[in-house]
């Protein structure tokens, strides 16, 4: 039993990570209906960005890599360059798709996504860099003492990390006036433009905060496995999540999230040694279709009746 | 009491002979998650005739028409269709047994010509499998050539056969109505349902539109059922007219009883009680 | 002047429902079919059979299939490359396993595996739409490689699945030189081609565009969705079967499940999108376009930069190239090349006057 709790835990907090990737996607699609392929591929970008950044610094400052004030250093810069990333993709892509329908943005994305991850390797190279954090992946001792349970330290770091970043962004845009403003754009374009909010703005700032989501999914899971291509594929991690909890629900976002983490590493335990394993790649997908199946409108997802 | 049923074999002042009842709705009531659309609605339409449905926005009109062709199910109630019982009726079955239907909103294939999009009205009437069709020469084109022959027919008769190989995007609104209708006759229905085929047209895009109507029920006698807004093309086409307000029927008859009925006053003009 | 309409009139609705209505395009897909057939493999040298045309054929066809899907019935699929793994892997098993299996018939029935493997996973699209079909498209992708890959009997025993395809041999002829080989892929190819044709232009293909473009008012015409969604998904996956059996017969020889990975599929819905969606010569010149455009990069940059190359920056390059060019189509023109030709066409119906 205390190993079934020990893979449910691991699941479950890897969980919160797929779960920070997808709330990327939740935010730019609830603001301008854009379903943003590119999401894994910003959070390679970020981090690879930063991992740069951290490693020019000490040559124009003269400062220790290892310095605080140069990994916050390294952060702004990093977090700046996803700022202008992202405005630039809604100015230059998505601006001029306005008004085609969703699935040409999507696909626009998809082109983005090749863009972005050309453009990363070609200015820091494709090298494998590590990312020190300051916690170490090790297990955490008395849990381990009282329960004989496998906890990772960094994984509860990182949850923790990303906890704090999910709630408090729900509260960003539940209690603040952008979020008000966000919202309304979400519901309906020309409305929220008929009063008043400013669609650009409110667009500029949301592929920002999605930046800056993606620059911190891009740190904790470039610090786990190294800041390496891979990272791009958090965007399929994050997937399924999305089916499962809906591409407009922060909440469906975090649910869905623990569950695809949870019963992704339960069904590599327990189902992957009877077909052989390495079905974690598929696994999630076919647990969200399923679902999907017999509630189409997915977790938090309004019943859909066709007006004709 | 208001005189419902107009007789069987009534004749009408075109000369068009009234048949029996071929759609009766009994008791219908329709309600999504609580919200009543409709309530206890009962009424029938005959054979050969042009009957209205009449009501301010929001009664239950298009409701009503999604109900006859089976896109929606009410949860209570009975409709009869030539004498047939039939509680849940898929859009399909109901083109299966001839009827036909246009949208409020032009519902037309956007990426099709005009010649595409009236030869899908056919569909139900195309035999032919997936492989005959990729092979092509034989029966499918065989097949084609006569359903095309068919939808000629339906060009010439709308007047539209200028614009036969233009996408349905790029027409002006009043002629992808007219397209619409056209696809809806291309199946060569025996209930044509229309659902406000005069909105947002000028006088003289009406004036066409009605002429088609009338000449589609006294040509081909379909029977049809009209939701327009224009009372003065209601009162001057229809042989009776059934009024909903809020979901409920509150006024059947003949364009003169509709328009002496209180309550049908009440719901347009407003009254104090 | 020579490219007119004028004075070719319909008498007959026969005439008028041609693939190719204009005297002038019938003349000219004769002379292209008589130049790829005939002076094609005089001519050709063995780089460019086998790097390039074979592989532009069976990426068309590919393309094709996944046009069909997206392009005509309005359903996006993000696992292209995993029916092509079926089909592969599928003829690879039928000419394994039975005595005297016909290469063409192994070829056909590898094609329906996928066409049955397509239906299975097309079934989630009678309740989902948009993204979340495109997400759950996915699932095919990574659990048919991974299937391929886990189940060694597919690739009989083989080491990490990789299967080298058998000697292809039709009614006791065998076709082992580069040309022979794209002789055979090019005549599959063009009669492939041409059923497509024939789906779209019949009530099939109609069938699909009206679901694609509206499917309520589909269903009130009577047309099924779930048919129309599903025998599209049928048709379409057979298309990329076939491809993938050809991928493994007359292109590459050995294969691999892997090989059949999400890129791929990216780089056939790359083709559509840049020849052009709903489009069969579309479906032809974006598959030329994806195939040339790297060597053209790579033998660009090689003569900028001689052998002083600095190491990845080709393969970045032609990631930035491919991404940019994706959303300039989609910006500049939706209907991609497809539609720049069909402009070229209408200027020159013009010319030489300018109105």
């Known amino acids: 039993m205390g190993f079934f709790f020990e893979v449910l835990i691991g699941g479950l907090l890897s969980g919160v990570l797929y779960a920070l990737v997808a709330l990327g996607f939740v935010l730019i699609y609830k603001a301008s209906g854009v379903f943003n392929f590119a999401q894994g591929a910003m959070v390679f970008f970020a981090a690879l960005t930063f991992v740069g950044f951290k490693e020019l610094l000490p040559g124009w400052t003269g400062l220790e890599e290892s310095s605080v ?30 008004n085609q329908p969703h699935i040409t943005l999507f696909m626009a994305t998809i082109g983005l996504t090749f863009l972005v991850e050309g453009i990363a390797q070609a200015i820091w190279g494709a090298n494998v860099r590590g990312l020190d954090l300051g916690i170490t992946d090790e297990p955490i001792e008395w849990i381990l003492d009282s329960a004989d349970m496998i906890v990772s330290k ?69 610090a786990r496995s190294g800041v390496q291509f891979a990272l791009t594929f958090t965007a399929l991690k994050a997937l399924p999540v999305l089916i499962l909890g809906g591409f407009t629900s922060v909440p469906g976002a975090i649910v869905g999230g623990l569950i695809i983490g949870a019963s992704e590493k339960l069904a590599e335990v327990y189902i992957g040694p009877m077909v052989g394993g390495g079905i974690e790649g598929w696994f999630p997908y076919m647990l969200a279709l399923f679902f999907l199946l017999v509630r189409p409108e997915g977790l938090f997802g309004e019943k859909h009746i066709d007006r004709v | 009491m208001m005189m419902n049923d107009m007789a069987q074999g009534a004749e009408t002042s075109s000369g068009r002979r009234i048949g029996e009842v071929i759609l009766d709705l009994q008791n219908i009531s329709l309600s999504f998650g609580g919200v009543n659309a409709l309530t206890d609605i009962s009424f029938n339409v005959r054979e050969h005739e042009i009957r209205s449905i009449i009501g301010p926005n929001g009664a239950g009109k298009s409701s009503m028409l999604n109900v006859m062709n089976g896109v929606y199910h009410p949860q209570k109630g009975k409709i009869l269709f030539r004498g047939e019982p039939r509680q849940k009726m898929d859009p399909h079955t109901a083109a299966a047994q001839g009827i036909a239907r246009t949208f409020q909103n032009i519902a037309l294939f956007k990426g099709m010509s005009v010649l595409d999009n009236i030869m899908t009205g056919r569909n139900m009437k195309m035999k032919c499998n997936l492989l005959q069709h990729a092979i092509f020469w034989g029966k499918a084109q065989k097949e084609e050539i006569e359903h095309r022959v068919k939808v ?28 619409e209708l056209g696809r809806a006759l291309a199946a060569e229905p025996s209930l044509l349902l229309l659902d406000e085929p005069m909105a947002g047209m000028n006088v003289e895009e009406k004036q066409d539109m009605c002429r088609f109507i009338l000449d589609v029920n006294d040509q081909f006698g379909t029977t049809i059922v009209l939701i327009e807004h224009d009372m003065g093309v209601v009162m001057d086409i229809s042989d009776r007219v059934v009024v909903l307000d809020y979901g409920k029927k509150i006024g059947d008859g003949t364009p003169d009883e509709v328009k002496n009925n209180e309550d049908v006053i009440a719901a347009y003009l407003g009254t104090s009680h | 002047m020579l490219y007119r309409e004028a004075g070719q009139f319909k008498a007959t609705y026969q005439e008028d429902q041609q693939i190719f209505p204009i005297r002038q395009d019938r003349v000219g897909m004769a002379v292209i079919l008589a130049f790829f057939f005939a002076a094609v493999p005089l001519i050709a040298s063995e780089y460019w059979l086998q790097a390039i045309l074979i592989p532009v054929l069976i990426f068309s066809l590919a393309a094709i299939g996944l046009n069909i899907l997206t392009g005509y019935a309005g359903q996006l699929s993000l696992g292209s490359a995993a029916f092509m793994a079926v089909g592969a892997f599928g003829a690879y098993n039928f000419m394994l396993r039975i005595d005297g299996m016909p290469f063409l018939l192994a070829v056909v029935l590898g094609g329906l595996c996928a066409a049955v493997v397509g239906v299975a996973f097309g079934l989630p699209s009678l309740r989902i739409k948009g993204f979340y079909l495109a997400v759950a498209t996915l699932a095919a992708q990574f659990f048919i490689v991974w299937a391929l890959v886990k189940f060694s009997w597919f690739s009989n025993y083989s080491s990490s699945g990789v299967i080298s395809a058998q000697e292809v041999n039709i009614l006791g002829f065998a ?9 055979l892929t090019l005549a599959i190819v063009a009669v492939l081609a041409l059923l497509a044709k024939n789906l779209v232009r019949s009530a099939t293909g109609r069938r699909w565009m009206a679901v694609r473009d509206m499917d309520v008012a589909a269903e009130v015409i009577g047309i099924r969705p779930m048919r129309a969604k599903l025998s599209a998904f049928a048709v379409s996956s057979f298309y990329c079967g076939v491809a993938g059996a050809l991928y493994a017969y007359t292109y590459l020889g050995t294969v691999e499940p892997e090989g059949f990975n999400l890129d791929l599929s990216f780089k056939i819905l790359f083709m559509i999108i840049i020849g052009g969606v709903g489009s069969m010569l579309g479906s032809f010149l974006g598959a030329a376009f994806i195939v040339l455009l790297p060597i053209f990069l790579n033998v660009s ?55």
Do not use: C
Request: proline residues 5%; aromatic residues 12%.
């Open chain 1, 154 to 222: 960094f994984d509860v770091f990182a949850a923790a990390l990303a906890g704090i970043l999910v709630a408090s962004l729900a509260l960003f845009f539940q209690y603040t006036k952008v979020g008000r403003a966000l919202r309304a754009v979400a519901d309906d374009h020309q409305a929220a433009l008929s009063i008043g909010i400013p669609l650009q703005h409110i667009w500029a700032i949301v592929w920002a905060v999605a930046g800056f989501v993606a620059l911190v999914a891009g740190l904790i899971w470039g």
């Open chain 3, 301 to 355: 940059m090689h003569t900028m930069f001689g052998d002083s190359l600095p190491a990845g920056l080709g393969s970045n390059l032609e990631l930035i190239v491919f991404g940019g060019l994706i959303i300039f189509f989609l910006i500049v023109e939706p209907h991609g090349l497809a539609r720049l030709w069909a402009l070229a066409k209408d200027k020159l119906r013009l010319w030489p006057f300018p109105h």
């Open chain 3, 175 to 183: 076709f082992d030189t580069p040309i022979l080989k794209y002789l």
């Open chain 1, 69 to 98: 004030v140069v990994f916050w250093l390294a952060f702004a810069l990093a977090l700046a360059s996803m700022v202008v990333l992202g405005i630039l993709t809604e100015k230059v892509v998505l601006r001029p798709l306005v």
């Open chain 2, 152 to 179: 000629e027919e339906v060009i010439d008769f709308l007047e539209i056969q200028s614009i036969r190989k233009t996408p349905v995007g790029r027409l002006p609104y009043g002629l992808q109505k007219r397209v």
